[in-house]
């Protein structure tokens, strides 16, 4: 099964949400004579993908861009407005490149999956000609070191940890010495899950990030915050409260398969603009797939 396939399979439950609704205003705006929208279908329409997740304020703008008619049909509309904001998130943090390593700290809240997609996002990257080392940086929670070492040995990587407590930024600091000596690429961190109101974590997440520093000009290089797409406008609470402390620069989604509120994605663009690196769709090891925002929307729109 291709990647579309997958993604598309993975969305289902919020395409299933989109879809009869938006068949009938695609109907509607499309037997206009100019294409625009009336009262009632352009407020159908942010119902619509409000219900969906995408979130009050890119609801509104989505809205605003298509009422007014233009080139193609609504649907084309619609998802031409979704990928602009796709674009700028993206345009807003590109990817690093540069020396080798690249340094990834994951962040985010216990419960979220991290240490899982850590592990998943090893094989991926991997199976697609990297060669990628794991960093147990969690050093409080023994249960969190010994996953990921399941998920290391499941991807076949290299994994660098410690004893139970020890400094989680010596931690990074020799991951980074031995991968740079391993001619490993990327170095995966595992950080402690945290909210904003531990001050002592997200002091101890700075202290990682200094250190990583001192290790490798630019490190980290990327910081990814982990979300469960279940959780909805709840992970954007969470996200911006990750924003200044640990100085986000991609999102990874997880859980995409598993809630009908899958426009959670566009939410994460438009009020963030951060870009979203990876999607999880699934259980299994190869189910974090690289984020396709032109397959994403046509995905939700393709049954339509």
């Not at 109907?27 to 119902?47: F, I, K, N, Q």
């Not at 699934?282 to 929307?297: C, M, Q, R, S, T």
Request: net charge neutral; charged share 25%.
């Amino acid at each position: 099964m291709g990647l579309f396939d997958r993604l598309k399979q993975g969305l289902s439950r919020t395409t299933q949400t989109l879809v009869s609704r938006f068949g009938d205003l695609v109907r509607r705006a499309d037997d206009a004579a100019d294409g625009a929208l009336d009262t009632d279908t352009a407020e159908s329409l942010e119902e619509m993908l409000i219900a969906a997740d995408v979130g009050v304020a890119a609801s509104r703008v989505v809205v605003d861009a298509v009422r007014h008619g233009g080139a193609g049909g609504l649907r084309d509309r619609v998802k031409r407005e979704l990928l602009r904001m796709f674009e700028v998130a993206a345009a807003a943090h590109p990817p690093v490149t540069g020396p080798s390593p690249r340094v990834v700290l994951v962040v985010g809240v216990n419960g979220v999956g991290k240490t899982t997609t850590l592990g998943k996002l090893a094989a991926t990257l991997k199976a697609s000609g990297h060669a990628p080392m794991v960093c147990a940086a969690d050093t409080f929670r023994a249960a969190a070191v010994e996953q990921l070492e399941i998920w290391a040995h499941r991807a076949g990587v290299e994994i660098v940890r410690a004893a139970h407590g020890a400094d989680p930024a010596s931690v990074v600091f020799d991951a980074i010495t031995s991968g740079r000596a391993k001619g490993c690429d990327p170095i995966l961190v595992d950080t402690a899950g945290r909210l904003h109101t531990r001050v002592n974590l997200m002091h101890e997440l700075e202290k990682m990030r200094r250190v990583a520093g001192r290790a490798m000009a630019g490190a980290p290089h990327e910081v990814l915050l982990v979300l469960d797409a279940t959780v909805g406008q709840n992970g954007l609470v969470q996200a911006r409260e990750f924003l200044g402390v640990a100085g986000v620069t991609g999102i990874v989604l997880t859980k995409l398969d598993g809630t009908a509120k899958g426009g959670i994605a566009v939410a994460i663009a438009h009020d963030l603009k951060l870009p979203i690196r990876y999607v999880g769709i699934g259980e299994g090891i190869d189910d974090l797939i690289p984020f396709d925002p032109a397959a994403y929307v046509d995905a939700l729109f393709e049954a339509a």
